[in-house]
């Protein structure tokens, strides 16, 4: 993917590892971009590896974040509120 990455592109962006977000890349240099989000202002400079075309390709990258979550202590009150959250953004 890397590597046909041009100036201009309309990219998913993958954030946290969990999270999938729509970007522009705005300009490249060597293994890092700069990028501005689609749906609001500001951007990042991510390495371009975190970087893909469509929106599925993204998904199919991310990692389980409850899984890793697991094996910390939480309340149930943050239980509770990190898996409603992070259930509302799988939908």
């Given at each position: 993917?890397?590597?046909?990455i041009?100036?201009?592109?309309?990219?998913?962006?993958?954030?946290?590892?969990?999270?999938?977000?729509?970007?522009k890349v705005?300009?490249?240099?060597?293994?890092?971009c700069?990028?501005?989000f689609?749906?609001?202002?500001?951007?990042?400079r991510?390495?371009?590896?975190?970087l893909f075309?469509?929106?599925?390709?993204?998904?199919?990258?991310?990692?389980n974040?409850?899984r890793?979550?697991?094996?910390?202590a939480?309340?149930?009150q943050?239980?509770a509120?990190?898996?409603?959250?992070?259930g509302?953004?799988?939908?």
């Amino acid at each position: 993917m890397s590597e046909t990455i041009k100036r201009g592109d309309v990219c998913y962006y993958l954030s946290a590892h969990c999270y999938v977000q729509k970007v522009k890349v705005l300009l490249l240099e060597g293994d890092w971009c700069i990028v501005a989000f689609a749906d609001r202002r500001g951007g990042l400079r991510i390495r371009k590896s975190r970087l893909f075309f469509s929106e599925e390709e993204a998904r199919k990258n991310r990692r389980n974040p409850t899984r890793e979550y697991q094996n910390i202590a939480f309340s149930k009150q943050e239980k509770a509120w990190m898996f409603s959250v992070i259930g509302k953004e799988r939908q």
